[in-house]
Structure formats: structure tokens, C-alpha cells
């Protein structure tokens, strides 16, 4: 170790960490000496933020351990925050080590100088406040596979001590993880303390793999009902609690994470554990989701503040419409919900409405709430009249942002009730409220105006090069003239920076009507950005009616991504499916888990559509 008074001797001026130049470290590590709170959290936050910056480690990093580690040792009020921070910056899986970069990486100058000083910290396994005795065990643990034999004997030895005696369950639970890195054996299902047993069963949980022994399921089932009360769930190495490394390892085999979920619901939900693992299913896996929302409803009564109700109504809203008949007994459970003055109305209401309750019109009319009504214009056709009045009486009150945008995208599938918007339609675009979804329905809308006309002419003339794209589309809708839109999307498509993906998606509406502009989007199926080239494909084939140049940039992009899913739907469209994309077709369509995550604030899973465009190519001929 060293102390500040060394802290000269080190050339901090020619090292670096994330903010360039680590001049700054010598004075923050004297500031963990003195006796301001305030300053010394202020510096522990910025060495959190510089040497070791999400996860990554810098040249000044390791020069800063010895003076770390003497600090963690003469600055007790602070000393779990230090030891973590030692074991953050040594993270690292021993594969990292078997990398011919590894000797001379800046994790591994961390690692040596760690090891050098973690003698002199190896007291703190013994402190008298049990957080400082677990993160001295992450400490311990983050370098287990770098000791020198003599050393890691009598770390052994200390960390054996804690095991066998520690008075805190949960610090010998912490002790087993790290004995078992140097494989201890057996592991002790029978122990007496529930934290020890919870442990081993998720160490043997790990090593075996899914599908996991029934006489493991049982212990994680019953001895993880119960959050650790000890409030202090640090990340082991590898940066996951064992609160989340569990969770992680039960949703590898769904129907252990079912059983457990279900045994946590059922005592209780502490913290929310149960409902919180059968929404990890839901996302992991799928056609999972009667068995989750059947968990989720079991767990509703258990919910103990307002936070958690609405969290776990918003996920039964985001998967109830996957369900082919909802129950009665949840429809009502959300029906009663969605008629509550509280917060958890807005969530229930929305998740009445995918469920295709009919109550949940009534309900909405008399409280509007805009996800929900353009929930309810794809649900509730048949009641676009009375939508319809929502929606312009909401438009005409003031609604902006995202709420008027919902509220917009919702006239289109309300066919012709939709056209009595078109005054607050041209309202919204002349006080941009909304304005590129305003431009989009009024040009669906079908019937042009002297106002409309104006409306749209005045948002070709702004700046926002979005909104000029929306009225050049919808005022050739409207007037059949391709002049102005080319014209626009011409100057669009020339400019040096911008979306171009977006304005090239938006060039479908006029087909072969932007023939001129060929010249433009030709070079861009090949574009560096992938997102640019699958909108020029799909342009393209709009323009030419030709899928020869479109089906090979798409096939390239297709896959389980953002814009690979793109590029699938377009094929689809095209009505083409690439021989060669057969099999990774097959993959997509009939994996049991999950290849797509959520996208946040979207009505579709991404995954649910991958499956739907793959199952709808591998039809074709």
C-alpha cells in the first residue's frame, strides 16, 4: 500500500484514464482523507467515474490500487465503497487471461498491482460491519485465480474461517462463492443457514446447466423467497448481484423459473421477486405467456407500494393481447383497476383495452388516456365513431408530444369516422403539434382543401426536414402532382447529412413517381449504414418494380436485429424469399426463446414480428 504522501512520486501527468489525462487523481485520492463527507463522496464518485468508467480500465488505473488500498484501510466510514471499487477495477473472467493482449492490458497491471497489496487487506475480512466483510470478499474473489500458490493458501484459509464461523448467514454464503472459485467440494444443501443453502444451490445450478435437478429448483424455491435483508447486494465479478445472477440463471430453463416464481408469489412476493422472474420469462422465452400473466395476476394482491402495482400491471398489458381468449377472472381484476382514480388506472386501462374487453370503451370515454385510445382503434373498430370524438376533443384541448402523436395514429384504422378530424388534424400541423403524424393522416385522409392545402404548403417551407417529407407525401396523396414531392425529397436525399433511411422510407407512397430520383438512390444500396441501405432497397423496389437489386442488400441485412428485421419484412412485402436465407428462416420462426428484445414504448414485441416475417417467407414458393 501506499500513502498520500507518495502520491508525487507518480507521474500522473503521462497516464490516462476516461476523461484524458489523470491529473486530477492524485488530488482525489487525498480528498478520501478528509473528514468532509461530502468531499470525500464527491471524489469516490468522479475515481468511479474516471479510472474505472462503465466497466472499462485505464493506464491510471492501476497506479491508483496501492493508494486505493491504503486508503480502504485508514478511511473506515468509506471502506465498503473502496473495496468495491478495487474489485470493480480487477473484473475480469479467467478466460480474459489466456488472451495474448492480456499481459500488458490495463486490467492486468490492476490485477498484479492488486494482488501485491491484498495482504494488507485481508483484516477487513474480519471488520466488524458486515458490508465491509462482503466487499473485501468481491475483493478477494475478482483476483482468486491470479494468487501465487503460498498466497492463495492462506487467503483459503481466512476466507474457510468466515465460512465456518462468520455470525452473518449471508457473509458465509459469500464465503462459500468465493472457496468454491478454488473448488471446494461438496457443496452443503444441508446446511442450517437458508443463505448457505440458497448459495451452493446456485453454485450447482451454474455448473450443471439447464435443465436444472428438481432438488435444486426446491432450494431456490424455498430459500429465495425471502430477500437478504442486509441491504448491501453487491456485484460479484462479472458485475451482477446475486440477486440478478439468479434471476439470470433461473430464466435459462423456463419451467424451473416458472416453479420458482410460482413458490415466491405464493409467499408473499418479497420485493417483488416472484413477479419480477415471471416477467424476465415472458421476455426470455416464448408462448410463455399464459403462465406468466397467470403468475402476474397471483402476485398483484401482494404488491406493496404504488410503483410496483403499476410496474406489474404494465407488463400484463404488454403481453395480455398475446393471449387468444383473457380470462374472465383477469379482465375483471383489470376492469377494476382501470376504474380507480389512482396511478395504476392509466396501466389497467391500457391492458383492459389489449385484452379486447368491451367494457374497457366505456371506461376510456369517460377517461381518455391516448395509448389507450389508439390501443382501442385497432381493438374497437366498430366503435370509431365515439373514438373519433375522444380523439378531437382531446386535439382540440391542447395534446402534444407523444400523446397527440398516439392520438393522430389512431384515426387511421378508424376509416371513414377519422375524416371529421381534419380540423384538428390542420390545427395540430400549423401549431406543430404532432405535425409529421398530422401531415401523414391528412394526406391518408383522402380530400383536399383550400385549408389543407395551406396547411401542407406552409410545413413543406419549414426546417424541420421531416415534417417537409410527411407534406410533400401527403399533398401528392391528395393532388396526384409528383413535382413538388420530388422536388423536395430530391433536395433531401442531395444533403450531406440527415436520415436518409427516413426519407428514403418515406418515398414509398409515390411508387413509380420518383423514377427521377433513381440516380439518388441508387448509390445508397450501398451505403456504410446499414439502416440507409435497406431503405434504398426498399425504395428501389418501389421505384423499379424490380426485386433484383433489392432482395440481395435485404437478404445480406436480414437477421435478428433491429434492421435486420426490417429487411425481413420488406422481403416479405417484395414477396421473395433468398434460398440461401432458408434455414436461418426456420431458426427465427421456430426458437423456443426469444431472439429479439422489446422495443421500449412500442404496442409490438420485435420478436413476435421476426417470427410472423419468418414464417411468412418460408410459405413463399
Avoid at 500513502?3 to 480528498?31: F, K, N
Avoid at 408462448?287 to 403499476?310: C, I, N
Avoid at 393471449?323 to 389497467?348: C, I, K, N, S, V
Avoid at 414480428?609 to 410459405?619: D, G, I, Q, S, V
Amino acid at each position: 500500500m501506499k500513502s498520500p504522501a507518495e502520491l508525487d512520486a507518480v507521474q500522473w501527468q503521462t497516464l490516462t484514464h476516461a476523461y484524458g489525462p489523470a491529473v486530477d487523481v492524485p488530488d482525489l485520492i487525498r480528498a478520501l482523507h478528509q473528514d468532509d463527507d461530502t468531499i470525500v463522496d464527491e471524489a469516490v464518485h468522479e475515481l468511479y467515474g474516471n479510472i474505472h468508467h462503465q466497466g472499462t480500465v485505464y493506464p491510471a488505473s492501476a497506479p491508483a490500487v496501492p493508494f486505493l488500498a491504503h486508503a480502504a484501510r485508514h478511511v473506515p466510514r468509506k471502506r465498503t465503497e473502496l473495496l468495491m471499487l478495487l474489485a470493480a477495477l480487477a473484473d475480469h473472467t479467467p478466460a480474459d487471461t489466456e488472451s495474448p493482449h492480456w499481459p500488458r492490458g490495463p486490467v492486468a497491471e490492476v490485477c498484479t498491482e492488486l494482488c501485491r497489496v491484498l495482504p494488507e487487506l485481508l483484516p477487513c475480512l474480519t471488520d466488524a460491519e458486515r458490508p465491509v466483510r462482503r466487499a473485501a470478499l468481491r475483493v478477494v474473489a475478482a483476483v482468486a485465480d491470479l494468487l501465487p500458490a503460498g498466497l492463495r493458501a492462506s487467503v483459503e484459509e481466512r476466507v474457510g474461517e468466515l465460512y465456518a464461523g462468520d455470525a452473518v448467514p449471508a457473509v458465509r454464503a459469500d464465503a462459500l462463492v468465493v472457496l468454491n472459485r478454488s473448488g471446494r467440494e461438496p457443496l452443503p444443501f444441508d446446511s442450517p443457514w437458508s443463505e448457505v443453502r440458497l448459495a451452493a444451490a446456485t453454485l450447482a445450478a451454474k455448473r450443471s446447466g439447464p435443465p436444472y435437478p428438481a432438488e435444486l429448483v426446491t432450494i431456490l424455491a424455498e430459500d429465495g423467497a425471502e430477500p437478504d435483508p442486509g441491504e448491501d447486494d453487491f456485484p460479484w465479478p462479472g458485475a451482477d448481484t446475486p440477486e440478478s445472477h439468479l434471476t439470470g440463471l433461473l430464466t435459462d430453463d423456463p419451467d424451473a423459473a416458472l416453479a420458482v416464481a410460482a413458490h415466491w408469489i405464493d409467499a408473499g412476493d418479497l420485493g417483488s421477486r416472484g413477479s419480477w422472474l415471471a416477467r424476465e420469462i415472458a421476455e426470455v422465452w416464448r408462448d410463455r405467456e399464459p403462465e406468466v400473466l397467470d403468475l402476474l395476476l397471483a402476485a398483484l394482491p401482494h404488491q406493496r407500494d404504488t410503483r410496483s402495482l403499476v410496474h406489474t400491471l404494465d407488463v400484463i398489458g404488454r403481453w395480455v393481447g398475446r393471449l387468444p381468449e383473457p380470462g374472465e377472472e383477469l379482465r375483471d381484476t383489470l376492469y377494476d383497476y382501470a376504474r380507480t382514480d389512482g396511478e395504476t388506472a392509466r396501466p389497467a386501462l391500457l391492458a383492459l383495452v389489449r385484452s379486447r374487453d368491451p367494457r374497457a370503451v366505456d371506461v376510456l370515454l369517460r377517461r381518455p388516456d391516448a395509448e389507450a385510445v389508439r390501443a382501442a382503434a385497432t381493438v374497437f373498430p366498430e366503435a370509431g365513431d365515439e373514438l373519433t370524438a375522444v380523439i378531437r376533443e382531446e386535439l382540440s384541448a391542447g395534446a402534444t408530444g407523444n400523446a397527440a402523436a398516439a392520438l393522430i395514429a389512431a384515426l387511421e384504422p378508424l376509416g371513414a369516422p377519422a375524416r371529421r378530424a381534419r380540423p384538428e388534424l390542420v390545427e395540430c400541423l400549423r401549431t406543430r403539434r404532432a405535425a409529421v403524424a398530422a401531415a401523414r393522416q391528412l394526406g391518408l385522409d383522402g380530400i383536399l382543401t383550400g385549408e389543407v392545402s395551406s396547411a401542407l404548403r406552409e410545413a413543406g417551407r419549414s426546417s424541420d426536414a421531416s415534417l417537409r417529407a410527411a407534406a410533400a407525401v401527403a399533398r401528392y396523396r391528395l393532388a396526384g402532382d409528383p413535382v413538388p414531392a420530388l422536388r423536395t425529397f430530391e433536395e433531401l436525399l442531395s444533403a450531406a447529412r440527415g436520415p436518409a433511411h427516413r426519407h428514403l422510407g418515406s418515398l414509398q407512397p409515390l411508387g413509380r413517381a420518383a423514377a427521377p430520383l433513381l440516380p439518388l438512390v441508387e448509390p445508397m444500396l450501398t451505403a456504410r449504414q446499414a439502416w440507409t441501405r435497406a431503405a434504398a432497397a426498399e425504395a428501389h423496389h418501389g421505384i423499379t418494380g424490380s426485386p433484383d437489386d433489392a432482395v440481395p442488400v435485404l437478404a445480406e441485412l436480414a437477421g435478428p436485429s433491429p434492421v435486420g428485421l426490417h429487411a425481413l419484412k420488406a422481403l416479405a412485402v417484395i414477396g421473395r424469399t433468398p434460398e440461401e436465407l432458408r434455414p436461418a428462416l426456420r431458426a427465427y420462426a421456430f426458437s423456443p426463446r426469444r431472439l429479439l428484445g422489446a422495443t421500449p414504448f412500442s404496442e409490438d414485441h420485435e420478436d413476435e414480428e421476426l417470427r410472423a416475417a419468418a414464417w411468412r417467407l418460408l410459405t413463399l414458393a
